[in-house]
């Protein structure tokens, strides 16, 4: 079966399809190990093409000087583009990903494209700010007549953007990158992860269809060298990257050279906290559900489960129970709920640090190897730990894959510290039945995001982010443009 997408062997620079230089990179299904396509390759000439074609479409093109009312409608009409090709999307990002269907369908799918339709409608209420109005001296004449002086706070695109994307949920990363820097006036540079290229070269077929003018959106893969040309080049003017917390500390350093603006969305080791009166039932089933989300490649995944002790070993074996109800296997199957790993490279790493856990004395509890009867593709079990102490490696670097550790407290300000004992600070989580206290301890709680008992929804006003290594500045949210955007003040004398 032909995966969707998959034909597009070209990059698109300046509003054109371009052919690679450097030949053709075969991307897998990472569930069956077999090639669904094969993709371009892309080199420093191509990542150069792509920022000269944004330059000028930028200093030179009509798009940072339309309305934002005539930019949204471009985006508008790139929306239905895409929700035409819904159902297309969610193939590809089955096969290219290897994510269950119906994490695909509501996550990595609808759920985006409700957020950037919410932030189309905001972005048309976006008015300049008047400056107050004041009477003071004439500087040039100060015993003359005084002056009145007043003026706005303006907001304008920041300029060229490089978006650089990751794997585990691509079309969504590259949608929260093309759709608030487009409308916000920027043109952009979008490079994927070399895993995942498809989901961002079909934003190429949709621009052609909707007219979006030449270089406004410009796509190109590659690999490091790419990246880094795309992070230091003098004439982007902010980089926005979403991905592993290594990377983002490269790109920080590259772009460091010129000043530029960095825009990071890293990783992290979010906590849950289970306190005594909690639902033990729902949250240890909530806890284990999310491990396999994505088979736990998700940044803001909920993965240490800080669990009283008094309801530790209910919580531990409920969670056991769970576990092991979960079908794992290749995602074109709609009845398995978790799907692969993205590539070898990921599986040995995650192995890796089961395997420390193991040595570093915490409980396996369940999972903890491969599952039986999957030859092919880079599965791994869903895995669980108790025993563990938070300065465990276990606890404290970021697996991106189906693994939680369990780590016992006995006092809320104990359950704090263990959460905020980390270097990261994406998201967290409390249950309780106390709504009071879980919302005092939310407060503490050093995160970008915290959930009480399971949350409320996808909320797409709520902006997304992390604090300490877990990077900088906020996706969706109603100050979201303010990230692609520089504010200007316009200062002018009135009533004359």
Known sequence: MTIPFTHLNKFYINGRWEAGSEGAEAIINPATEEVIGHAPVGNLAAAEAAIAAAREAFDHGPWPWLSMAERAGYMRRMHAALVSRREQIAALIVAEVGCSQM??????????????????????????????????????????????????????????????????????????????????????????????????????????????????????????????????????????????????????????????????????????????????????????????????????????????????????????????????????????????????????????LIASGLEQGAKLVCGGGRPAGQEKGFFVDITLFDDVTNDMTIAQEEVFGPVGVVIGFDTDEEAIAIANDSRFGLNGGVMTADAAVAYKMARRIRAGSVYLNGGGGTMPYAPIGGFKRSGIGREFGPDWLNEFTEEKSIIYPIGR
């Open 103 to 352: 994490v695909t369908q509501a996550m990595q799918v609808d759920m985006p494209l409700g957020h950037v339709l919410k932030a189309i409608d905001r972005s048309l209420v976006t008015e300049a700010r008047q400056i107050p109005v004041e009477a003071v001296p004439n500087p040039m004449n100060p015993g003359g007549p005084m002056i009145l002086g007043s003026g706005s706070i303006e907001r304008e695109p920041v300029g060229v953007v490089s978006g650089i994307t990751g794997y585990n949920f691509p079309f969504l990363l590259n949608l929260a990158k093309v759709f608030p820097a487009l409308l916000a006036g920027n043109t952009l540079v979008l490079k994927p992860s070399p895993f995942t290229p498809y989901s961002a070269l079909l934003f190429g077929e949709i621009a052609e269809e909707i007219g979006l003018p030449e270089g406004v959106l410009n796509i190109v893969t590659g690999g490091v060298e790419v990246g880094s040309l795309l992070s230091s080049d003098p004439r982007v003017d902010l980089v926005s990257f979403t991905g592993s917390e290594a990377v983002g500390i490269s790109i920080m350093t590259q772009a460091a050279a010129t000043l530029k603006r960095v825009h990071l969305e890293l990783g992290g080791k979010s906590a849950l906290i289970v306190r005594a009166d909690a639902d033990i039932q729902t949250a240890a089933m909530g806890a284990v559900a999310g491990l396999m989300i994505n088979a736990g490649q998700g940044c803001a995944l909920l993965t240490r489960f800080v669990v009283h002790n008094s309801v530790r070993e209910q919580f531990v074996q409920c969670a056991r129970a769970v576990g092991g109800q979960f079908k794992v296997g290749d995602p074109a199957d709609p009845s398995v709920m978790m799907g692969p790993l993205i590539r070898e490279s990921q599986r040995a790493k995650v192995e890796g």
